[in-house]
């Protein structure tokens, strides 16, 4: 009677574990899930914002913009969204920004060259760039990440 008891005991333990494994298995999927759908909502958001901003300049006119011109006023775009973001979160009461006519062209190249370093470093050793000090030529922060190029 007792073995049998025993028995039961471990083949519900066994059970519960088995059960307990595939709730985690269960919520990691749906945060995969969760987080594919919202990058893909990004890149359609920024899609939009792509074909606004090139339908609105070229309204009217034959014009074609490069790339590049459209990749910057999506980082102006965004660059102010940023601040938007900053202004509503921040629980700083102070933050300095370089604000002047070249300050956005400023940002831009400084993100291009974060990215263009990052990208450099991660494909000889994803963890040398996380772990390199940051310099003046290089802040600790290219602020890559909150704009998604990469993701």
Known sequence: NEINKQKRLRDAAIMAAEAEKVKV?????????????????????????????????????????????????????????????????SKAQTVFLPHSAGAVGDVASQIRGGVTRGSAAGASSPRAAAAAPASPSRPASSGAGRFGLFG
């Open 25 to 89: 298995v269960k919520a990691a999927e749906a945060s995969a899930d969760a987080a594919q759908l919202q990058g893909e909502g990004i890149a359609r958001q920024r899609r939009a914002i792509i074909d606004g901003l090139r339908d609105s300049i070229t309204h009217g006119t034959k014009e074609e913009l490069s790339t590049e011109k459209i990749s910057e006023l999506l980082l102006i775009t965004q660059y102010f969204e940023t601040l938007r973001d900053i202004a509503a979160q």
